[in-house]
Nanobody, 121 residues
Framework: QVQLVESGGGLVQAGGSLRLSCAAS????????MGWYRQAPGKQRELVAA???????NYADSMKGRFTISRDNAKNTVYLQMNSLKPEDTAVYYC???????????????WGQGTQVTVSS
């Protein structure tokens, strides 16, 4: 069973920073890409950033220049460094993985449970 566990969320003042972590564990053959999504109350889930196994990155426009995604392949962990946080960034942040399990099954969208980020003004 593959697990994605997010951590690092919390309450921060506007302009502050947080670093989110997502650790993948279990029977994993390979991780092709990992990403972060977020969902605020009353809004749809949206892409924040993604990173491939080759460290190619993709960011939503509103996050460019403020957020940085990175990964530690040896630890099967992806990070999201969030700087210059705004109240509009308040949301539940979810980790996502495109992976192949140790049993040879391709999972294009494997999700973590989410971690709350709250930015106060």
């Amino acid at each position: 069973q593959v697990q994605l566990v997010e951590s690092g969320g919390g309450l921060v003042q506007a302009g502050g920073s947080l670093r989110l972590s997502c650790a993948a564990s279990g029977s994993i053959f390979s991780i092709h890409a990992m990403g972060w999504y977020r969902q605020a109350p009353g809004k749809q889930r949206e892409l924040v950033a993604a990173i491939t196994s080759g460290d190619s990155t993709n960011y939503a426009d509103s996050m460019k220049g403020r957020f940085t995604i990175s990964r530690d392949n040896a630890k099967n962990t992806v990070y999201l460094q969030m700087n210059s946080l705004k109240p509009e960034d308040t949301a539940v942040y979810y980790c996502n993985a495109d992976l192949t399990t140790g049993w040879g099954l391709r999972e294009y969208d494997y999700w973590g449970q989410g971690t709350q980020v709250t930015v106060s003004s």
